[in-house]
């Protein structure tokens, strides 16, 4: 058989997957983090036993996260990442045109370091000009901002360990602070599956804050039960109302400006958690 | 730990689950059959090793393949489900009051008889009086029938073991010979991260014989990837334009109208599969 990696997803279900090699693992200051290569998913980045991106699969989080709300905002110049230090959401948002400045901002400077190392064709935008990596905490950044980003993407990992604050309603108080007057966020709310009420409970505290507030899925095979869902909170500018011309061509492998309103067309009993 | 059932998806790749008691385990005639009771899914039938249905999820993957079709179709009455031997396409056909006769042919007794009674919830429906069950093999079923129906679903195994011949030209073109003039036929074609060559292959076959040919997915958590495709060959009605009137009122979880046409808008590299 060999090394097998294998993730619990829940205390009764995992996915398991053949390990080619340890590339590098380590107790950071926050988390542990495991960079494997795996035989079906190529290099994989974990922290705390958890699958946080292949390079095989990354390519759907990456793109779902950045090119939905920056569809939806008509000129997104500002970008904050919160999280997301292996980069794909930065390679994802600096193919619009439009945008100026991408921060990115996240606690573990490990997960930056590692990612630029083994994960080149997720992280290899790090270094882009338009780029600004700190080595910060999420929560702290966004509390200091104000009236700043036009769309704020939050790439977390689990509510647990460092993650945990970013799914409170005082993270998307500051959220709504820090962007402008018609800013957008996204961020990332687990499965239906298994953590229907932290999507209940995201939905819940978004909507009292944000007039407009969306839930999307997407396929991610390595991530629990294969449907991830994001959550959009929105000043102004409806995901599910982009005007046609506002699509531009975009080099992708999963999004499309079709799959872009198809994704909000919720199954009945995920529908059913954000009534 | 336990006792734990392990699915390798792929050579490298599978799930892993918690299991509470093995119900039932033999060697049918035609398949390795077991039914197992898991912590996450609730009871489960497996085939060759297989995860066939579980308790948890089955909706999604029975309402699929059973209102897609039929609400296309303006007045399905009679069906044929190929393979299917739990009874959950049944189930879900039934709720369709224009169904007059639905005929289940398969190849397996062993499998109708433990779905009965181990999955209830699943297998409840065989017994209705508008429920007519064979078993035969559904190859030379579907060779030995003419002009007979409206809605053909093909509920197969994988295209391994007894399954073999309902993924070939042959056999597409016997139920295009079996189907109405205008009836429609949908089979489960795996999934397009693992077997991207057999879905192309079955489009491309599909596609010779039908006028109308598509796919749609569909999350079900417990087969690989999470992400199911699902052919769809019709001699007459589009699934993607259906007349808003068509669509009555039907007890679902996952099947919703709007997430009949979504289903069908398919990411990037899906879409590219079937080019």
Redesign the interface.
Known sequence: MGIWF?EKQ?????????VKQTLHTEQTDFQKLDMIE????GNMLLLDDMVMTSVK?EF?YHEMVAHVPLFTHPQPEHILVVGGGDGGVIREVLKHPSVKKATLVDIDGKVIEYSKKFLPEIAGKLDDPRVDVCVDDGFMHIAKSENEYDVIMVDSTEPVGPAVNLFTKGFYAGIAKALKDDGIFVAQSDNP?FKADLIRSVQKDVKEIFPITRLY?????TY????WAFTIGSKKYDPLEVPAERFHEID?????K??H??AF?????V?DLVK
Chains 1, 2 share one sequence.
Request: aromatic residues 14%; glycine residues 4%.
């Open positions: 294998t829940t205390e009764n279900f995992g996915i398991t997957m053949k795996t035989e079906e998913w699969d759907v599956w899925t997407a396929n991610i095979p629990p039960s294969g449907l992708s492998k999963y999004y499309t079709e799959l309103k198809a067309v919720l199954p009945k009993f529908q």
